[in-house]
């Protein structure tokens, strides 16, 4: 079975330009979730769809993120304009049944972004 | 206060040795433990869940103490293949599973 994928593995952009990023959970997996990590800092929390909605979406840093799942399958992650400060690893994760608090998410290679 | 606080590390052992990696959480309310691995420049995946009760998987032994708000991972007869980055992982919320991430013990098992 086929994991979480994420495109593209490395993205090198200017500041000021747009980057979208994609993620494709695990095949059935209704629970899709977003996490940064900036250098020297932890992994963080940006937001978490169940299927095509947004259930939470408190991590997101300010409005020139735009994350969106439409169909329910896979997400993208948009960001406009990139500053600076947004380069860092960028995770997607997915999970089954997040009601139950400890169930599995499995987390996608991510994507490295360098805004120059 | 960070949310989960981890020693970074390095800890550099030798093969064969036992090594115990600590975290605490904030949150008194927290919901679920775990602890992730990390190898360099991959994504991390699950280690082991942390049940209140303690549980063990192999060479690898999790303990919760809810009261101190504390979670340990003991590692024994540490191998090679042990080297990575543990993260020490709290789902903070009721209902649904949005993870809370420590920044991560790093452990190097020589020769």
């Known amino acids: 079975e086929a994991g979480v994928t994420q495109f593209p593995s490395h993205s090198v952009i200017e500041k000021g330009q747009t980057v979208t990023l994609r993620c494709d959970p695990i095949?059935?997996?209704?629970?899709l979730y977003w996490y940064r990590r900036v250098m020297g800092k932890e992994i963080k929390f940006l937001l978490h769809?169940?299927?095509?909605?947004?259930?939470?979406e408190s991590g997101m840093p300010n409005n020139r993120f735009l994350a969106e799942r439409t169909g329910g399958t896979y997400s993208t992650l948009k960001v406009q304009p990139a500053e600076l400060e947004d380069s860092g690893v960028y995770f997607c994760?997915?999970?089954?049944?997040?009601?139950?608090?400890?169930?599995?998410?499995?987390f996608g290679p991510g994507t490295r972004l360098t805004v120059l | 206060r960070k949310e989960v606080e981890q020693d970074p590390g390095p800890f550099n052992v030798p093969e064969g040795a036992t090594v115990a990696f600590n975290c605490t959480y904030s949150?008194?309310?927290?919901?679920?433990f775990f602890w992730y691995r990390q190898d360099c420049r991959k994504e991390p995946k699950l280690l082991m869940s942390?049940?209140?009760s303690g549980n063990e998987d192999g060479r690898f032994t999790a303990q919760l103490n809810r009261a101190s708000q504390y979670i340990s991972l003991l590692i024994r007869d540490s191998k090679l293949s042990d080297s990575a980055t543990y993260l020490c992982?709290?789902?903070?919320?009721?209902?649904?599973?949005?993870?809370?991430f420590g920044k991560g013990t790093m452990l190097l098992v020589s020769p």
């Open positions: 949150n008194s309310a927290s919901q679920s």
């Open positions: 769809f169940v299927k095509e909605s947004k259930q939470d």
């Open positions: 994760a997915s999970s089954q049944d997040p009601s139950n608090s400890y169930n599995e998410q499995f």
């Open positions: 095949s059935g997996h209704d629970n």
């Open positions: 992982v709290v789902n903070m919320n009721s209902g649904y599973s949005t993870l809370t």
């Open positions: 942390v049940y209140s």
